[in-house]
């Protein structure tokens, strides 16, 4: 216990007679959490905070659980909160409970379970020393590998203490496992379909009948513990899967899901992202950046190249939102400009934030991968500018190119150098005026030097991205940008 919970909580009972005297009554770790979570929901405070788009469809199913006193599985996809959300469910425990002190199963001091416990109350009656533990003492977290073994989980005979002259006999010979570790608390277990089959099975009595036995030794440990599980589908690729029966024993299957809309999945995006950049350097990020970055990913997750059943992580779009704001700031830094503000062209960038969160199809060659991730971001940005211009609006532009006329812009151009070249092509200078201040309201009226130029060239790089992608214009490399022509 940390000195500063010690403090706060000195006024508490030292003793199994003060622990009596006080009133005190236990009361098993599932009614806890929904008795809490009742007064949660009365006072309208947020089940989840922090996680957003999940309000009609998942926290619904995760409180209709834990008013049952289920346990839970959380299954879905890769990147859909499931751990996040497992996690804050050690905020529905009470602040802290009182147990022996010393036990290494928070034996309950009016219903001890351990051998340790029971003879410390008979050698010491009212006298026990008891201790309070806060909630972090209460959520254990193990990751489910195929080497995890029920010794892990449930415990194993400790021949050191064999070998000290305890006899087999004696039950503290026992070394517990995590799951007894956490009685009167929530034991979570990531990944279960990466559970061997038969470890599995050894949960069975764990989530039916409560209790656990040890190498055959003749004990009964009545567990108090919410038992809750993070899974992918079962028919992942390469994945094991959930036995039956275990799976009929948990009570509340969580179906989780990816952002309905591309707008909370920009909120989200926003609300994980690293985005705190240098003082000093304003961030100022186009709307029309954070559509393309969400409307990629949700392109990636419809597509046939894609193995659908592996999914595509949200943890995409966030990585992908602060890649594309550093490759910005990089631009700012170098070229000593004031304002970070990304442009179309740095998400020229975007494969080194997509690769490992998509699986490409078994029958798709690794080496696609860059291009594909390319490929859908040039739908992506056709989506997003059809939503904002109309490419019968642009056909001025594309006559000055269709004249002889070439424009070379990129990632790593200076701002203001970009903006000196835009003024060279009167029709492109001119819609990108006209739609400053719609596309980038941030940018109206900031000086030239302080962002002004910066927003123009993000502007200009999106009309003439959209004309590319409408077979209008053509896009090419060149030294380290693009070139625009007819």
């Known amino acids: 216990m940390t000195t500063e919970m010690a403090s706060r909580f000195a006024d508490r009972p030292r003793t199994l007679g003060q622990l009596k005297a006080s009133g005190y009554q236990s009361r098993p770790v599932k009614e806890e959490m929904r008795t809490n979570l009742i007064a949660k929901l009365r006072r309208g405070e947020p089940l989840f905070p922090g996680i957003v788009g999940y ?39 009470d602040e802290a409970i009182p147990i022996v002190a010393g036990s290494e199963i928070n034996d309950d001091p009016l219903r001890p379970l351990s051998a340790y416990a029971r003879q410390l109350i008979r050698d010491h009656g009212d006298d026990t020393p008891i201790e309070w533990i806060g909630r972090d003492r209460r959520y254990l977290e193990k990751l489910a590998t195929p080497d995890v073994s029920i010794a892990d989980l449930i415990g194993e005979i400790d021949m050191i203490k064999v070998a000290e002259g305890r006899y087999l006999s004696n039950e503290n010979v026992i070394h517990y496992g995590l799951i007894p570790r956490t009685n009167r608390g929530i034991f979570c277990v990531n990944e279960l379909p990466d559970l061997a089959p038969r470890i599995q099975v050894g949960l069975f009595n764990v989530l039916e009948e409560r209790d656990l036995q040890i190498r055959g030794f003749p004990i009964r440990l009545e567990l108090d513990v919410c038992m809750v599980f993070s899974a992918n589908p079962e028919d992942y690729t390469n994945r094991g899967r959930i036995v039956t029966p275990l799976k009929d024993r948990i009570g509340t299957v969580v179906r989780t899901h990816y952002p309905l809309t591309r707008e909370l999945g920009i909120r989200i995006n926003d609300e994980n992202a690293y985005l705190d950049r240098p003082e000093g350097l304003a961030l100022v990020i186009p709307p029309f950046i954070k559509e393309l970055i969400e409307e990629t990913s949700r392109l ?78 040039d739908e992506a940005l056709k989506v997003v500018f059809d939503q904002h211009i109309s490419v019968k609006s642009l056909k001025p532009i594309v006559e000055w ?18 903006a000196a070249r835009i003024a060279q092509v009167p029709p492109l200078a001119q819609m990108v005026e006209n739609l400053l201040e719609r596309l980038i309201p941030e940018a109206v009226g900031r000086p030239s030097d302080q962002g002004g130029d910066a927003a123009r060239v993000a502007v200009a790089e999106l009309l003439l991205d959209g004309l590319h992608v409408h077979n209008r214009l053509n896009r090419s490399p060149k030294n380290s940008g693009q070139s625009y022509r007819s």
């Open 300 to 377: 990636a997750r419809t597509s046939p190249h894609v193995n659908q059943q592996s999914g595509v992580s949200t943890r995409m779009s966030i990585a992908n939102l602060e890649n594309i704001v550093s490759n910005a700031e990089r631009r700012a830094l170098v070229h000593h400009e004031n304002v970070i503000l990304p442009r179309p062209s740095d998400t020229n960038h975007l494969a080194p934030g997509s690769r490992g969160k998509l699986e490409l199809l078994m029958t798709e060659d690794d080496t696609q991968e860059d291009l594909l991730i390319l490929r859908l971001r």
């Open 401 to 418: 190119f269709d004249a002889g006329g070439t424009l070379e812009l990129g990632d790593m151009v200076p701002s203001q150098e970009g």
């Open 55 to 93: 309000e009609e469809t998942v926290f619904p199913q995760i409180i209709n659980g834990i008013l049952s006193r289920h346990d839970l599985l959380f299954l879905g996809l890769r990147g859909q909160a499931k751990t996040r959300m497992l996690r804050r469910l050690v905020d529905l425990l």
